[in-house]
């Protein structure tokens, strides 16, 4: 999942260091599956 959030990650630290401010909390959109839904989406994944 990290590597989903790569970019979100990339435009904060460059906020950070342009010395704009950021959230004190940042919010993730992440997804839960269960078994078979991890099954059916792994192909289409982009890890």
Request: proline residues 2%; without cysteine.
């Amino acid at each position: 999942m990290l590597a989903l959030l790569g970019d979100q990650l990339v435009d904060i630290v460059k906020k950070v260091v342009a010395g704009d401010s950021v959230e004190k909390r940042i919010i993730t959109e992440e997804t839960t599956f269960t078994k078979e839904q991890a099954i059916e989406a792994l192909p289409d994944r982009a890890y």
